[in-house]
């Protein structure tokens, strides 16, 4: 069975500092991992995912997340946080060992930028 | 390109009532997904159809419960006797021939 665990409900950052924000799985089959983010009142916008290629996956708005099967990882970074980036961060794995595909989310990340 | 869209966008309701919540996939999406997220929390599986039928249907919560897809597009959630503990933020999913997921705007549930 698949399991998302996001560490930190909530998470500040200076506006311009390095913003990461971290997501364990765990999976029994090569995992298919995506990162969500969502703003108030809307629904969720795909930022970016790994699916077996290329480790190190670039998202929109800057964002990028490195794949670490090692450490059972697929944390969140951008280099400089900016305003706009306050949000809610969903980390989610693919259920391909059902072959629904449904996805199991973490609890989220709640994300604020301070002047 | 349309997105997922998903109506209303709000439902107040009393306890009892019945309810029905409409999603509009992403047109040629065979895959649709239904989930709920409650305040605070990520959002959580309930209903899976590909094409017509539900081919997995082990998040909803109870019989109370019950989703349709008859022409392979649009969807209907349905929930009878509503209780206040159903209230939340219901999304819609589509997917199509990968397994990236796209989202509507969601319906948000208020059973008073």
Known sequence: AQSVTQLGSHVS??????????C??????????FWYVQYPN???QLL???TS??????????????????????HLTKPSAHMSDAAE??????????????YIFGTGTRLKVLA | GAGVSQTPSNKV??????????????????????????????????????????ADDSGLPNDRFFAVRPEGSVSTLKIQRTERGD????????????????????????VL
Do not use: M
């Not at chain 1, 950052?13 to 913003?19: N, P, R």
């Not at chain 1, 364990?24 to 991992?33: C, D, G, K, Q, R």
């Not at chain 2, 939340?88 to 509507?104: K, M, N």
């Open chain 2, 13 to 54: 309701t009393e306890k009892g009532k019945y309810v029905e919540l409409r999603c509009d996939p992403i047109s040629g999406h065979t895959a649709l997904y239904w989930y709920r997220q409650s305040l605070g929390q990520g959002p959580e599986f309930l209903i899976y159809f590909q094409g017509t039928g539900a």
């Open chain 2, 87 to 110: 209230s939340a933020v219901y999304l819609c999913a589509s997917s199509g021939r990968t397994d990236t997921q796209y989202f509507g705007p969601g319906t948000r549930l208020t």
């Open chain 1, 53 to 74: 290629a290329a480790t190190l996956v670039k998202g929109i708005n800057g964002f990028e997340a490195e794949f670490k099967k090692s450490e059972t990882s697929f």
């Open chain 1, 89 to 102: 961060y969903f980390c989610a794995v693919s259920d391909r060992d059902s072959g629904t595909y449904k």
């Open chain 1, 24 to 33: 364990n799985y765990s999976s029994s089959v090569p995992p298919y991992l």
């Open chain 1, 13 to 22: 950052v200076s506006e311009g500092a390095l913003v990461l924000l971290r």
């Open chain 1, 48 to 50: 970016l995912k790994y």
């Open chain 1, 42 to 44: 809307q629904g969720l």
